[in-house]
């Protein structure tokens, strides 16, 4: 299934806040109820598949949106661009993780738990944003001009 009809049709702010929530929503099913006796099926997966679709949902919008208003000659260059800023954030939110986690041994659990409160907090600052996100769906391209079809238009 493709996700590009559901964002014409919503617009690309809307699919990529729903994907966020439901990124939000498998992180909070970890944070809430994965415990080390809680099992694969009723504990881990879950969340795994929430992330999944929250993830399917929201990086290929908004990488649709930030290239959408490209010409075509720029188009590689702008996913490029796109990608590595969101590398860029994934190198920069790992040490952060880890710095909320601290380096004792002792609570080990509610360190990881800070984490994913962390990781809440970083998912819910990124579904507002998504508002002011272009809808590529609801603003289309501007008309090209049209261009004579015999050529130059000359007799």
Same mark, same amino acid.
């Given at each position: 299934?493709?996700?590009?009809?559901?964002?014409?049709?919503?617009?690309?702010?809307?699919?990529?806040?729903?994907?966020?929530?439901?990124?939000?929503?498998?992180?909070?099913?970890? /944070?809430? /109820?994965?415990?080390?006796?809680?099992?694969?099926?009723?504990?881990?997966?879950?969340?795994?598949?929430?992330?999944?679709?929250?993830?399917?949902? %929201?990086?290929?919008?908004?990488?649709?949106?930030?290239?959408?208003?490209?010409?075509?000659?720029?188009?590689?260059?702008?996913?490029?661009?796109? %990608?590595?800023?969101?590398?860029?954030?994934?190198?920069?939110?790992?040490?952060?993780?880890?710095? %909320?986690?601290?380096?004792?041994?002792?609570?080990?659990?509610?360190?990881?738990?800070?984490?994913?409160?962390?990781?809440?907090?970083?998912?819910?600052?990124?579904?507002?944003?998504?508002?002011?996100?272009?809808?590529?769906?609801?603003?289309?391209?501007?008309?090209?001009?049209?261009?004579?079809?015999?050529?130059?238009?000359?007799?």
């Amino acid at each position: 299934m493709s996700i590009g009809p559901v964002i014409h049709r919503f617009g690309s702010s809307v699919v990529a806040f729903t994907g966020c929530v439901v990124f939000g929503a498998g992180i909070a099913w970890w /944070l809430a /109820l994965l415990t080390p006796d809680a099992g694969y099926a009723g504990g881990m997966l879950p969340g795994m598949l929430l992330t999944g679709i929250g993830v399917g949902l %929201t990086l290929p919008t908004l990488i649709s949106a930030g290239v959408s208003g490209l010409p075509p000659q720029s188009f590689s260059t702008g996913s490029g661009v796109i %990608t590595m800023a969101r590398q860029a954030g994934t190198v920069l939110a790992s040490p952060c993780w880890s710095a %909320t986690m601290g380096s004792g041994t002792a609570h080990r659990a509610h360190a990881f738990d800070r984490g994913w409160e962390m990781t809440l907090a970083a998912t819910a600052a990124a579904a507002i944003a998504c508002f002011f996100v272009g809808s590529v769906g609801k603003t289309p391209r501007p008309a090209q001009p049209a261009q004579p079809a015999g050529g130059t238009g000359g007799a």
